[in-house]
């Protein structure tokens, strides 16, 4: 992806390569990351079958235009490449055949490219000295020109034309389409009569060294060297025809997850030797967590390593089997990111392909829970990023989704299951479905708020007000129709119009964090649902997200760390290296392995199981946005029993640093304006400070950009 | 395309050849049409730039599943091919690997087959004794598999679920994506210094023999001489860089429309003569007609021409310069089609792409009126054919863009333009597009009644009813709001709630033809409007159509006759080869070839200047359909001043024959029941044949199927 563009250099000469490294790719909004997440979703396989995704596909768009008026003081040469057949206009003057250089005159000029593809999507780069192509082109699938030219159509314009996307693609001979993760080899760590061990999960291509002979050789590949050994009961294989009278090395054409790999050979096909390439996104981290206890910074780093193996070309949900886009697991992915490797473009590039295109016709992954947590995935965006240009670019497809989903609102304005639906919520033993159910209309709910938000930063007025009042009414239907004083907690359903007897976690434990509890009530469900050993426990790192971050929002952090020392601590002492879809710590052997019905069904390394990477930064770091973009924040370390920790939080502006110890807290931050908030026995102190006591034990002081703050403190 | 299934006779052995024949390639309803839509009509170009339309191009869906329940005596093999990447259920267990045979066992049993692929339509080929592909499969884009396996999404079936298409493709070697149209050789007429003549208008692929030497050489094509031979002016063009130190043949890489190509060598090329591939769909006439006037004939004939170079993959404006599928073009091929090649796949294809998919974001080709043009051609269509199935196939496809119709009505219920519309109407001088113009609520109108009906053949009942009662309140303001008893006319136009005093033909004649006027109303608009030269004139055959046909549906084919034969047989005494896209008799020579400013910007070879054929068909041999496909019609034959004509009218159960004279008709009708009927001075008299007399010199004679009727009576 990164090679010199030496071609380009040829073409303008020296002296403008400082302007031509600026060019980038662009397309349509969206596009690329349908047309990526089509090519990706599959190449999932099992037991050798194509194993494609069971909801519609979208596409891009075949035909596009790209626009922008230029203002210069001398005429200019622009080189241009495009994916796809093109044609240049200059001034709304087709410039003859298909130029790859044209020279612009000085003064005021419009240039409109557009480019038909049907097998990739339409792009373009174009470059010179000041001209480049970047996110500030214009684009339009319909420009509607010849209505244009009676220049009565010119305000259709604002409702057709968008700005470019772009990205990272800047060399003119790799367009979009070229995009391929990269891949490093990989040794394994021990081969034994057939079964090779990598020494821990992986992803990537097996390549067979030295293979020769005639016959067939099957690979079936392991999470666990049971799956690999069972021949019967591996989820992925790759079965080859051999027929080589010498030696060739074979790289295997689709990429899978395994530790393990067991090759058994039929006729007298030989082999040297087996090596992988390993297949990763580059994505560098940015945060980091460390601390006094060894098992948790052993748990944290597991949880990077099962993230980033889950962190592709989009946040995927693991690695073995569906190796989709899951918007409740990419809704995860996204909060784990932020405090970690903080890439925009694997977000933005994933709620693109899980939103797809209009016309709706279905949930997001046919999940009612999972298309709520894609406007809330839009929210969390906002404050993480503060990128409003992305707000406006999905602020259509975020109304005409949520227009399809208020469609589908029973008599009393909630939501039920209908034909097609899928309420997921969690893998759960014997959880009802039926009627409305309080999770959904709590997650409803918040999407409404996301949508009321929206509306403001675009300026639809209107809009904000619309759903603004939808999200008010609705938060009052959660507590009227589903509030139990008597039991101190939302219940799990209404059915015919009468609220149903069971508690669950899930609504509880989300409107703590969402704060649509008051104190009082948030006290009152710790007892009654969180800590309550009656209420059904949660089997998934899934759910787990949730349930320990609910405890963390209201001061557990000490609760909360055995927690995860128990559960994600049980999985590395079963030998896990990366963390599991599911884990109950009552199970033995390969009994681990199952789920869905089928012994090795369990997926090994999934994103969900990665969530101490966000407990951790959000919750004892202690950092969090209060605004977009991190322009003011709340940095409250609570070390829960630890006796020091440090690590970094990244901001679009750079990191956050937090070093804590019982007597000591240390900060250092970018841009924004933080504010610092301790529990101390002592009056904190540090040097060019302003403490503010806010009673009980509280303090906060304000942190400024650029400097490092040491404060001494007494932990209570 | 028509290739021996050898193979497949291999694959199966001989007993199951019979079988084999009939297995089709299927795929999702409209995918191949819209994605052969988009290669064909990105193929224009002008000056040598590519020049793509200004609307948005939709495209297939990605992944489909196809899927079959069926019954077996004794296992059966059955031999798969897909275009993509596919996965074979038998009873919802996937078949490992990418099976390209699978024994279905005896007893009843589900086939799925789901097929991704990017860049051409998924589909699928499937053959065995008794199971092959046909339209019998159902086909959806989201299967939700994983639902309905808890089996409480069954009845998302009955929306998500249609009927395969299919079409002619039956080599499984060949996919829908292979599919061109064939070509045949043709030689030049003569070539003089570079200028090399084909004597007629033409459609191909330009061949160089013996080209050799080091240069460039350019093809400047032309339809006429003086376009040929305008390096400035020639619409189109092919520039080819020569370093053949052989000689070399070498085709061009896009067809075009041509009778003249000027040749223009630079540096030291040279060569030895040029041919054609003359590229054409292999539409055979169906329909025929001839009579005793020579001029007749050969307007006839030449009307034909232009419809086949016209009729293509789709049914597109022109063969020079759009090439593209313009709905009210298409409209007026449909019509002339159901009396020459009778094709229903160009029809429906032609159809299916005009309306691409959901969402709406714009009118047919950007073209109020064209919008109304497809309502109106799916009307027509089930007229002409009785095809239900296409009818149900689109249903709702017709549905969701009359909603977005009806969203952009004004206050008063009418259309007016809005920003991103086109009201074109017609190629005409000065023509007011402002307000709500009559013509368009015409139209309009007879789109919902189209909605009504096709909401009737497919059981919607209340949509019936409310389509229904928009079009009659509709058809109540036409005459509420646009009719002028002063003028003897509906008003061109109604401009902030007042109609204004132009008179236009448009609204009025295709009132005649709807049959919206009264008996009065039409005498009165015939004087006031058609037969009346201060309206503006029609210049454009596409109008002239209309026009013809409104005085032919009141008795004026021997007005008709004589403005068929100025007009069309103007066209041929300037030496036309195939009729124009506009005739303006007063012009003189080259200038006949200007339009949209450009010296050769007209097109030469138009399809709706081959009206007559329609004309002659419906009005002079006076066949027409009364009931879907012809189980009811009318012969109703008018010699309009001619001594004799005889022809033959295609319906779906083969033709009906026409045979007049002043003193005998002859008919012959394959199926159906016929209404023949007569003008006569006397008593029509005939074998075997009873007579009703509707008074005033009119009778009437029913014609049964499989008889020759020989009748004979006096013409008026």
């Known amino acids: 992806m990164k090679r010199p563009v030496v071609l380009l250099l040829l073409l303008l000469g020296f002296t403008e390569v400082a302007i031509a490294q600026k060019a980038r790719w662009i397309w349509y909004p969206g596009d690329f990351d349908i047309w990526l997440s089509n090519k990706v979703q599959n190449r999932r396989t099992e037991k050798g079958s194509f194993y494609p995704?069971?909801?519609?596909?979208?596409?891009?768009?075949?035909?596009?235009?790209?626009?922008?008026?230029?203002?210069?003081?001398?005429?200019?040469?622009?080189a241009i490449h495009a994916e796809g057949t093109y044609n240049v206009k200059l001034d709304g003057n087709l410039i003859p055949g298909t130029p790859e250089k044209v020279w612009v005159p000085a003064g005021k000029h419009k240039i409109n490219i557009k480019v038909f593809s049907q097998a990739t999507v339409p792009s373009v780069w174009i470059a010179g000295k000041t001209i480049c192509s970047d996110a500030s082109w214009r684009v339009t699938i319909e420009d509607k020109e010849w209505i244009d030219e009676t220049g009565k159509a010119s305000d259709v314009s604002a409702t057709t034309y968008h700005y470019a996307a772009t990205g990272e693609f800047a060399d003119p001979m790799q367009p979009p389409s070229a995009y391929k993760l990269p891949v490093v080899r990989k040794s394994a760590v021990a081969t034994t009569s057939g079964l090779t061990d990598f020494g821990k999960e992986t992803f990537g291509y097996i390549k067979l060294h030295g293979l020769r002979g005639k016959g067939k050789l099957t690979i079936y590949y392991g999470e666990s060297k049971e799956e690999a050994l069972s021949t019967a009961g591996a989820e992925t294989l790759d079965q080859l025809t051999v027929d080589l009278p010498v030696k060739?090395?074979?790289?295997?054409?689709?990429?899978?997850?395994?530790?393990?790999?067991?090759?058994?050979?039929?006729?007298?096909?030989?082999?040297?030797?087996?090596?992988?390439?390993?297949?990763?996104?580059?994505?560098?981290?940015?945060?980091?967590?460390?601390?006094?206890?060894?098992?948790?910074?052993?748990?944290?780093?597991?949880?990077?390593?099962?993230?980033?193996?889950?962190?592709?070309?989009?946040?995927?949900?693991?690695?073995?089997?569906?190796?989709?886009?899951?918007?409740?697991?990419?809704?995860?992915?996204?909060?784990?990111?932020?405090?970690?490797?903080?890439d925009n473009t694997t977000v933005t590039r994933t709620l693109y392909a899980l939103r797809g295109k209009d016309p709706v016709t279905s949930h997001i992954n046919t999940i009612m829970d999972y298309t709520f947590y894609w406007f809330m995935g839009i929210y969390d965006y906002y404050l993480y990023t503060g990128d409003e240009q992305f707000m406006r670019q999905n602020y259509e497809r975020m109304k005409s989704l949520i227009s399809w989903v208020l469609e589908r609102r029973n008599k009393d304005g909630l939501l039920e299951w209908r034909p097609g639906d899928w309420i997921f919520i969690d893998w759960a033993a014997g959880l009802s479905k039926e009627g409305a159910i309080s999770f959904e209309q709590l997650l409803f709910a918040r999407s409404l708020?996301?949508?009321?938000?929206?509306?403001?930063?675009?300026?639809?007025?209107?809009?904000?007000?619309?759903?603004g009042e939808l999200a008010t009414t609705l938060r009052k239907k959660l507590f009227d129709y589903y509030w139990s004083s008597q039991k101190n907690a939302l219940v799990h359903s209404r059915i015919n119009g009468q609220p149903t007897e069971t508690v669950t976690r899930y609504a509880n434990m989300f409107a703590i964090f969402f704060d649509y509890f008051d104190a009082a009530q948030k006290q009152a469900v710790k007892k009654s649902v969180l800590l309550n050993d009656d209420v059904q426990k949660i089997t998934t790192p899934y759910m787990r997200f949730y349930e320990l971050e609910a405890l963390c929002a209201m001061g557990e952090q000490a609760y909360v760390l055995k927690e995860m020392k128990d559960y994600w601590g049980g999985m590395l002492q079963l030998g896990a290296t990366s963390f599991w879809e599911e884990y109950k710590p009552g199970l033995t052997g390969a009994d681990h392995y199952a789920m869905?019905?089928?012994?090795?069904?369990?997926?090994?390394?999934?994103?969900?199981?990665?969530?101490?990477?966000?407990?951790?930064?959000?919750?004892?770091?202690?950092?969090?946005?209060?605004?977009?973009?991190?322009?003011?924040?709340?940095?409250?370390?609570?070390?829960?029993?630890?006796?020091?920790?440090?690590?970094?939080?990244?901001?679009?502006?750079?990191?956050?640093?937090?070093?804590?110890?019982t007597k000591q807290i240390k900060v250092h931050a970018p841009a924004g304006t933080g504010t610092l908030r301790i529990k101390s026995k002592t009056m904190p102190a540090g040097n060019d400070i302003e403490v503010i006591s806010a009673g009980d034990n509280n303090y906060e002081i304000t942190i400024k950009p650029a400097r490092d703050y040491v404060i001494n403190y007494t932990a209570l």
């Open 596 to 661: 869905y019905g089928r012994p090795f069904g369990k997926s090994l390394c999934h994103a969900w199981g990665a969530s101490p990477i966000y407990l951790l930064g959000k919750y004892y770091l202690g950092v969090k946005p209060l605004t977009a973009g991190y322009k003011t924040y709340l940095v409250q370390p609570e070390l829960g029993g630890l006796q020091w920790m440090k690590g970094a939080v990244p901001t679009p502006d750079g990191n956050i640093l937090v070093d804590v110890s």
């Open 449 to 467: 708020e996301t949508m009321s938000l929206c509306a403001k930063l675009v300026n639809d007025k209107d809009g904000a007000v619309y759903y």
């Open 53 to 78: 995704v069971f909801w519609k596909m979208d596409s891009h768009y075949v035909l596009v235009e790209f626009h922008k008026v230029v203002e210069l003081k001398e005429p200019k040469q622009i």
């Open 248 to 342: 060739k090395d074979s790289v295997m054409p689709l990429s899978k997850a395994f530790r393990f790999v067991n090759i058994v050979k039929e006729g007298n096909v030989v082999l040297d030797s087996v090596s992988m390439l390993y297949e990763y996104a580059d994505l560098p981290d940015k945060g980091s967590f460390s601390c006094s206890d060894p098992e948790l910074n052993k748990i944290y780093d597991v949880a990077k390593y099962t993230l980033h193996l889950c962190s592709r070309e989009f946040f995927i949900d693991g690695i073995k089997r569906d190796r989709w886009i899951w918007s409740g697991d990419a809704y995860q992915s996204d909060l784990m990111n932020y405090y970690l490797m903080n």
